[in-house]
């Protein structure tokens, strides 16, 4: 495999004012149309013809409320030997904390001047794709064909991967995905999830006059996550072997409000909500398993005066699926190869965390990722390491004009 042997000049004032420019427009989790809009503007300004640049549809198979779909931009091969199609790819949304977030240059970091999470996961992405579009066009460098992909709703559970077309996407023989902290970072797999419900339906009383009468959802809920705590099957879960964890989330109504009226009503409705992950697929439909069978032995041991019992609805469904690509596969070796060519020593990793990346493998596209100084992320005291991300914008450059 041969790479371009100039070290990729790179405009890094336009890059940073690009990524500035992209933290600045708010753009939550489902609420993607503003970004996506200043996005496609930016790309127009780098040169890119507005008849290469669409939305696709894939909001409209999204489960919740969603305000639209993928960003596809398509950029046809240049040069003699233009190759095989390839992706890039990162996503568009922040997590709801990012609201307000104010961007400040600040040394060789930009961090928030507002008390939220500031957006580097994941503007950064963003800006190493539109800056890979524009010095691609700016220094002329003969590339593939080559698809960029924006996606929707990643921080709510990686839907605009999911549901998108992989047909829209030109047929892409190997993804990038910029979203992490170190350009140097190759992470080659990832780990698989699960979310499940547990709605547990009990019967209302008056817990002083008679409390026997009643069916206490709270109860079926403690004893169920005892029994799930006590079996081994909550945080870190390892078995015969296999490791994984679990956890529970909210708990409480249909609507979101605590659970139980009032502390003279026994409580006659309860939600549990919660995850399992493991890089094992079979270990995560496990893990699920057993708080289903938790679940539904508690709601059989709480009786009302009758012999009545509580009823459980469980549900559940795959967040994501595991992943681990092999050392030597083409686009484990192209990643590696590029990560040397902008001076640094590949770590070949997996993670504990779901990418975009799972549901391309899923999607039949190998795809690994890689960091554009994202730190901190989720939290008030995010910023992004400007080094960082200058390495992963010449780090796309690499793998764009890589054979």
Known sequence: ?????????????????????????????????????????????????????????????????????????????????????????????????????????????????AAAALGGDNRTGCAVLVTLAAELARQALPHPPITLLFTVREESGLFGAKHLNPADLGGPVAGFNFDGRSAADVLVGAIGADRWTADVQGKASHAGVAPERGISATVVVALALAEVFDGGWFGKVVKDGRAGTSNVGPVGTLDGRSAGDATNVVTDFVRVKGESRSHDAKFVRAITAAYKAAFTAAAARVKDHAGRTAKVKFTSRLDYVPFRLKDDAPVVKRAAAAVRAIGREPNLRVTNGGLDANWMVKHGIPTVTFGAGQNE????????DLTEFESGCRLALALAASE
């Open 377 to 384: 992320i989720h939290t008030v005291k995010e910023f992004v």
């Open 1 to 113: 495999m041969a790479l371009a042997p100039p070290a990729f000049d790179l405009d890094t004032q336009a890059a940073t004012a690009r990524l500035m420019r992209f933290l600045a427009v708010e753009g939550v989790t489902g609420q993607e149309a503003a970004i996506g809009r200043e996005i496609v503007a930016a790309l127009k300004e780098a040169g890119v013809p507005a008849g290469a640049v669409a939305f696709d549809d894939t909001h409209t198979r999204i489960p919740e409320p969603t305000q639209t779909g993928n960003l596809i931009v398509k950029l046809p091969g240049t040069g003699k030997k233009a190759g095989k199609p390839i992706l890039f790819m990162t996503h568009m949304d922040t997590v709801p904390l990012c609201a307000g977030a104010r961007p400040k240059l600040q040394g060789n970091r930009v961090v928030n001047e």
